[in-house]
């Protein structure tokens, strides 16, 4: 008989993914820097790609704590978002709504990557994983920062710029 999974083994599965997700996201923020036609969508860009290596560390501790070697486990979701993200840089290159669509991307990824956090410490606290709580609640803070940073990008100038006329 199969054993009966409990939310121990559920926290570990989404960590996986979450991990699997961050990882990807450090190799696709890059490029999205250099497809962004505006310096500071660039910066943007570039400052998470920090931000992220810096939450992969975290990630780390929590498989320490665990006692689970980090791992990730593919996490469709995650591949799905960034795949759309790659046909918006390659369809609207050299458009002026390029970078409108490339925050909206970035924007699906935070939310995707707050949603599975928000999880995660609800999980952690009722787990009794005292030391997990605030190293996934450190990862939050910062995808929630990003995530404001990115509206506030949007509404100063990319959508704006995207919705003039081509001449």
């Not at 083994?9 to 996986?16: A, I, P």
């Amino acid at each position: 008989m199969a054993t009966t999974k409990t939310l121990d083994d559920l926290f570990l599965d989404t960590l996986k993914d979450i991990y699997f997700a961050e990882k990807q996201i450090l190799k696709a923020l890059p490029k999205m820097a250099r497809a962004a036609q505006s310096e500071e969508g660039k910066a943007g860009f570039l400052q998470h790609r920090d931000e992220t290596q810096g939450q992969i560390e975290r990630l780390e501790q929590v498989f320490e704590i665990l006692g689970k070697p980090a791992r990730g486990k593919t996490c469709e979701a995650i591949q799905g978002i960034l795949a759309e993200g790659e046909e918006i840089m390659e369809e609207f290159k050299g458009s002026p709504a390029l970078d409108a669509g490339l925050i909206s991307s970035a924007q699906a990824v935070e939310h995707y990557e707050i949603a599975r956090y928000g999880t995660l410490i609800a999980w952690a606290k009722q787990l009794g994983m005292k030391d997990a709580v605030p190293l996934l609640q450190a990862n939050l803070q910062e995808e929630e920062a990003t995530d404001k940073k990115l509206t506030q990008l949007a509404q100063s100038s990319a959508n704006a710029k995207g919705a003039t006329k081509a001449a």
